[in-house]
């Protein structure tokens, strides 16, 4: 019961996510906003979703951050879940070296992921998703 109230901070990895925070146009093979925010804490970043794709609503909350089950060490990974509001979840991991954001689709290396680099001034995300079998669109996102 000791490791629950064991102090620990959030991860170097998970901290550099902070570039994310604010709210972004997202404009490409999905348009609309997304918004992050820390949760009191640091430990976890939302991310609020409001796109629309091929003409359909994509809405929902992602919930990013390292996981640590009880009685087990925190992972290594930053690691997310999107809840949609059509009832689907989706899992992700998230890195981000130097400039460079790249968000897999499941695991860590999955075919599916999205890649984008940083403005330098921070303001831009210029990127594209890509998925196994040659298909992926752009999806660039600036701060507003």
């Known amino acids: 019961m000791s490791e629950m ?8 990895e998970l901290k ?9 146009a997202v404009t490409g093979g999905a348009e609309g906003t997304v918004r992050y925010e820390w ?5 976890f970043l939302f991310q609020h979703v409001e796109l629309a794709q091929s003409g359909r609503p994509v809405r929902g909350l992602e ?7 009880f009685g087990e060490p925190v992972g290594a990974d930053v690691v997310s879940r999107f ?3 059509t009832g689907s979840t989706l899992d992700y991991v998230y890195e981000l070296t130097g400039d460079k954001l790249t968000i897999w689709g ?3 290396g999955s ?9 330098a001034d921070g303001a831009t995300v210029t990127g594209g998703w890509v998925y196994p079998g040659g298909g992926g669109y752009a999806s660039s996102m600036t701060r507003i």
């Open 16 to 24: 550099a996510l902070d570039r994310l925070v604010g709210t972004w």
């Open 63 to 69: 919930v990013i951050g390292n996981l640590r089950p």
């Open 106 to 108: 499941g695991a860590k």
């Open 111 to 119: 075919p599916a992921y999205y890649e984008g680099t940083f403005s």
């Open 5 to 12: 109230f064991e102090t620990y901070q959030p991860s170097a």
């Open 39 to 43: 949760m009191p804490g640091g430990f």
């Open 83 to 85: 809840y949609s509001s």
